[in-house]
């Protein structure tokens, strides 16, 4: 018996906002980083 | 101003002041918003994600180096950043085409056909109305020096003719105008190659 085959379309791409994960790393990246100012210069530091 | 800017710049305050709760509440507040954005312009889900990841860190960075101008104005500086950060992405691929292997693989998409893209065009004319807006930023001695430099590509010693000054005068004005033009650019963190 001949196989039926549906044709699927590719469903439209809609944004779904960030992942969970993007969010978390964007928290700890900023908790991580520190900024030092020494006369005219900046260190930047993380600490993890 | 709105309440929503008000409520920003707060938040901006309390996350400068070590505050992390802050940021979170901002980040989440404006995720949708600056996500949809770019992927409006890159349409792909990955590299949306890198996109919107990059601009939170720029973001981050600059509040703690304490270079973000308190104007009430978090949001629009947030998407100025992430259009930055497109164009960024546009421009590398254009100088390293990324090949993707598909079914339906279009020979047409790795080839050029030599022309600029309308992608480009729009790209390369908000850089012009960029250069032009922060010229007129400039004081008016430094603009005129810069116009007739530039613009109308005159000498120095032209320059120096038309505006009744010395080479001099003409040279350190010119000098001027381009410090100030490069602080400009640094401070709004605004991108003008292509």
Known sequence: MAKLYNESFPEPVKPTGPKEETVKFLLNFSKALSVTRYKNMTFETLNN | ?194
């Open chain 2, 1 to 194: 101003m709105k309440i929503e800017n008000v409520q920003d710049a707060a938040l901006v305050r309390r996350y400068l002041i070590g505050d992390e709760k802050g940021l979170e509440i901002l980040i989440t507040r404006h995720k949708q918003r600056v996500y949809s954005f770019i992927f409006s312009k890159v349409m792909d889900r990955d590299i949306t994600e890198d996109i919107f990841q990059d601009t939170f860190i720029k973001v981050i960075r600059t509040l703690k180096k304490g270079k973000y101008n308190e104007e009430g104005k978090f949001l629009p500086w947030v998407m100025r950043i992430a259009h930055n950060l497109v164009i960024d992405h546009f421009r590398r691929n254009k100088r390293m085409p990324k090949f993707q292997s598909r079914n339906d693989f279009d020979i047409f998409d790795v080839i050029s056909d030599g022309e600029e893209s309308k992608e480009y065009e729009m790209i390369t004319s908000q850089v012009h109305e960029d250069v032009r807006r922060l010229v007129e930023e400039l004081p008016n001695d430094q603009k005129e020096v810069l116009t007739m430099r530039i613009f109308k590509e005159m000498s120095f010693k032209e320059i120096a003719q038309s505006t009744d000054v010395s080479i001099n005068t003409a040279l350190g004005r010119m000098r001027y105008a381009l410090i100030n033009l490069r602080k400009i650019i640094d401070k709004n963190n605004i991108i003008l190659t292509r």
